[in-house]
């Protein structure tokens, strides 16, 4: 099927779908505008489009086909002006006239255009004298039909040659694209002989060179010879260092590898007791804290019973004093003692003078005879009392020195007492100090333990990590070796056929 | 076959331009609302005048067609009394009998 056909089949479906829209279109103003014989309009409308719609189907255009469209597409436009009719856009009807020339270029023939001309012309000088109110609003008249008809005439005249013009650009355009495959064809055709030739050509080249091989081979026989044996003493040579190497690697390899397990399990016991070393240092730190708190408890204790033997000295002294001051007031009532022992004697005396008067004086001193014995008495009194007083105070002497020398005891005890308590309280401040050096030296040493601890650590994980590393050397020393195995193998090999050759 | 086929669409091409024919004639002649109107007798009888006065249809003079008359009036529910009567209506074609005075 030629290009121009496809387009022509395509244009009559295209078409036929127009004219549908042209009998939905009729039936929509008919009833939006309330226009007039609507249902012969629109039932005229159906059956003009029965046989495009037929063509449609059976896929068909020629002559006959092309004259049906051309006839719907005159009719169907002159059906909107028979519907307007009355009605002021009666004329603007006539528009869709040249609508419909136009559509039918979609069949991209000249010859449906020439038929619809001639429908339109034809009806309207028909209908201009027949109903000539049907083709214009008021009286229609000859002149305005054939104005009419000069125009379609004249879209005749302009769109005809250009659908000839353009049928042909299609037929031309189809053999072109026919030429255009054919040349391909033949394009085709000769590449592959040309690879043919190529083909026969280079098995012609091969074979030449295969001659120009076996002429050279002698000549070339003796050089390859020597530089076989110069190949081999090199290459031998490189091989049997590279195994060496490789051997001696592995051995190194395996031995680091040793190295390295054992250094890891040192590492590892050395971090287990540098951690012991740490917890036991923090013990000793936490025990010096405690002996620390404990003696300095213990001074102020001691500080305490130092001002306390200051305090008993202080009050000793006092006592000391006192009884210093008891003593004198003893004296000094001794001498009141003496005073009134004198005192008594002297009553004595002048009681016995009185008694001895008394006598003389007979029965008249008699009562004071009995006054002067009174006194007397009273005398002899007064002296027995100084006398016990006397005895008293000479007691009451006796235990003041007794307290003084007590009182003296307990002061010099009280003063060692008391530089005891300073002496101790110095050694105790030493003791702290020295306890706190010892504490800070604790600490310092867990922390030094702690560090020791984990560079060990890391000692044991760089061991692993060249464990790890000694392995992979160990593999691939072994794999240089099957390397050079290798190569040994194929050097010997490339020799042999070197030589053969 | 494709000879006949031919013939065939040929007859087909003819029938849509008979069918365009017909449309355009039966449009043309359909009776419009108003105006001068072509009664055909198909029973052969004369058109009375006082079918004409009840119609409210004024004679303009006699038709092309044997017994038909040439008359000015209103088409609604008159063509289908008139159809009742053997009376076809028919509009009245300006070629054959003359074009109308418009006054409005």
């Known amino acids: ?501 | 076959m494709g000879s006949a086929s031919k013939k065939a669409w040929i007859g087909l091409a003819a029938l849509q331009g008979g069918l365009a024919l017909a449309a355009i004639l039966i449009l043309a002649l359909t009776p419009p609302a108003f105006g001068r109107y072509l009664l055909v007798p198909l029973n052969g009888q004369p058109i009375s005048d006082a079918l004409l006065q009840q119609q409210l249809l004024d004679r303009r003079g006699p038709g092309p067609l044997p017994g038909s008359l040439i008359v000015d009036g209103h088409s609604a529910g008159v063509a289908e009394t008139l159809r009742a009567h053997g009376i076809l209506m028919l509009a009245a074609p300006a070629l054959i009998c003359g074009h109308i005075e418009r006054t409005a």
């Open chain 1, 1 to 501: 099927m030629d290009e121009l056909r496809k387009l022509r089949l395509h244009g009559v479906q295209l078409l036929t779908a127009c004219g549908w829209v042209c009998t939905v279109a009729l039936l929509g103003l008919a009833l939006t505008f309330d226009l007039k014989n609507e249902a012969l309009a629109v039932g005229a409308s159906i059956l003009m489009n029965a046989l495009p719609t037929l063509s449609a189907m059976r896929r068909r255009y020629d002559l006959a086909t092309s004259a049906i469209f051309g006839v719907n597409a005159a009719v169907q436009p002159a059906l909107l002006v028979y519907l307007l009719q009355g009605h002021p856009w009666q004329m603007e009807g006539h528009m869709y006239f040249f609508v419909g020339l136009a559509a039918l270029t979609l069949l991209c023939d000249w010859r449906p255009i020439a038929v619809a001309v001639a429908v339109i012309a034809a009806h309207h000088l028909l209908l201009g004298y027949v109903v000539p109110e049907w083709v214009f609003l008021g009286s229609g008249d000859l002149p305005r039909v054939l104005v009419h008809a000069l125009a379609v005439s004249l879209v005749l005249g302009l769109l005809g040659p250009v659908m000839v013009r353009m049928g042909r650009l299609f037929v031309a355009q189809a053999d072109a694209r026919a030429e255009s495959e054919r040349s391909a064809d033949s394009a085709f055709e000769a590449l592959a002989a040309a690879r043919v030739a190529e083909g026969n050509a280079e098995a012609e080249r091969t074979k030449r060179q295969a001659a120009e091989r076996l002429a050279n081979a002698d000549a070339h026989r003796d050089e390859l010879l020597a530089i076989a044996a110069t190949f081999e003493s090199s290459v031998a040579h490189i091989v049997q260092s590279v195994a060496s190497a490789a051997q001696q690697l592995e051995k190194a390899a395996h031995d680091m590898h040793r190295f390295a397990h054992e250094a890891g399990e040192q590492s590892a016991s050395a971090a287990s007791e540098a951690e012991s070393a740490s917890r036991n240092a923090v013990k000793v730190s936490t025990g010096v804290s405690e002996l620390s708190h404990s003696i300095t408890a213990i001074a102020t204790d001691a500080g305490k019973q130092a001002e306390l033997g200051e305090t008993a000295r202080s009050s000793s002294a006092t006592g000391e004093s006192v009884i210093r001051t008891l003593t004198e007031r003893t004296s000094n009532i001794e001498t009141f003692v003496g005073l009134i022992d004198s005192v008594a004697s002297q009553t004595n005396l002048l009681a016995l003078n009185a008694s001895i008067e008394s006598a003389r004086a007979g029965d008249a001193g008699a009562g004071f005879a009995v006054v002067a014995a009174e006194v007397k008495a009273l005398a002899e009194k007064a002296r027995d009392a100084a006398g016990q007083i006397t005895s008293l105070v000479s007691d009451v002497d006796a235990g003041a020195d007794e307290a003084d020398a007590a009182i003296g005891q307990v002061s010099r005890a009280m003063a060692e007492l008391s530089e005891a308590a300073g002496r101790m309280r110095q050694e105790i401040e030493d003791q702290r100090t020295v306890a706190a050096m010892i504490e800070r030296s604790a600490v310092e040493n867990a922390s030094g333990a702690d560090l020791i601890a984990q560079r060990i650590g890391e000692v044991a994980k760089s061991a692993s990590e060249a464990v790890l590393l000694s392995d992979e050397v160990q593999a691939s020393s072994a794999s240089l070796s099957r390397v050079a195995d290798g190569l040994k193998a194929a050097t010997s090999e490339f020799l042999t056929k070197l030589r053969a050759a």
